[in-house]
């Protein structure tokens, strides 16, 4: 006796990939060209999973070209298209965000923070660039503070797979009022900073991440033993090389 359910099974048809991409161009052939820079990491993230079948697939090596290909198709409507504050600046994190991916150059890198600029850029972080708070001790109160114009400094703890790492916490303090104000240069320093340390420069001190809310606004770095360039002045001060 057959079951209702193995006399439905001749009308499945398993989904090939080829059939699933021609389903999701569909899809992408109706956006405007803002939508098409918006979502290519969602478009990309498609692709490399649709071809992924096994270990020859070299797409990640494309990168470069990729990205090419997103600054040509925003140079076409920039600046003279009609877009809204909103959609520029959807844009413009967009950028940043492919700015920051694997197997993007350092030139490759400006460019790209370049063209966001030009369009006002954004206030926003992408995830890439963002901490687990939960993965985050912060020493507030038990350690020694260095206190600048807009922030104070203090030393804390990371998880980093699975090990603690000792790590310095850059706050900047605010009101409600200043937060508006504040969140667009919180915003572009942990871009610069991740760009600087993104080339592998031995001096500048590695980015760790940013944690974003409307009650915290933090920047997590790697803990120089030494302390900061005030200590390091203090220490030559107190025995001068002849």
Same mark, same amino acid.
């Given at each position: 006796m057959i079951s209702g359910t193995d006399c439905k099974r001749d009308d499945i048809r398993p989904v090939t990939r080829v059939a699933e991409a021609h389903a999701l161009f569909n899809k992408w052939q109706r956006w405007d060209d803002p939508t098409w820079v918006i979502k290519e990491l969602s478009v990309w993230s498609e692709i490399h999973r649709i071809g992924s079948s096994g270990q020859d697939w070299?797409?990640? *090596?494309?990168?470069?070209?990729w990205a090419e290909e997103i600054l040509a198709l925003v140079a076409k409507w920039t600046p003279s298209s009609d877009l809204t504050l909103e959609r520029k600046q959807q844009v @413009?994190?967009? %950028? #940043? #965000? %492919?700015s920051q991916r694997d197997k993007i150059s /350092?030139?490759?890198?400006? #460019?790209l923070t370049s063209a966001a600029l030009r369009l006002g850029d954004s206030s926003d972080l992408p995830p890439e660039l963002l901490i687990?708070?939960?993965? %985050?001790?912060? /020493?507030?109160? =038990? *350690?020694?503070?260095?206190?600048?114009?807009?922030?104070?400094?203090r030393f804390g703890h990371y998880k980093v797979y699975e090990k603690w790492e000792r790590v310095a916490i850059k706050e900047f303090h605010f009101?409600?009022?200043q937060y508006t104000e504040i969140k667009p240069? +919180?915003? %572009? *320093? /942990? +871009? =610069?900073? #991740?760009e600087l340390s993104k080339q592998d420069n031995h001096f500048i001190v590695k980015f760790s991440g940013a944690e974003i809310s409307d009650t915290n606004l933090r920047l997590i770095s790697r803990q120089m033993e030494h302390g900061n360039i005030v200590n390091i002045f203090d220490i030559e001060h @107190?025995?001068?090389?002849d």
């Open positions: 070299k797409g990640k *090596e494309w990168s470069e070209k @413009a994190l967009s %950028l #940043r #965000r %492919l /350092a030139p490759m890198s400006k #460019r687990n708070p939960d993965r %985050l001790k912060d /020493a507030k109160g =038990t *350690e020694e503070e260095r206190a600048g114009g807009s922030s104070v400094v009101d409600k009022k240069r +919180f915003s %572009l *320093e /942990a +871009f =610069t900073w #991740r @107190a025995h001068p090389v």
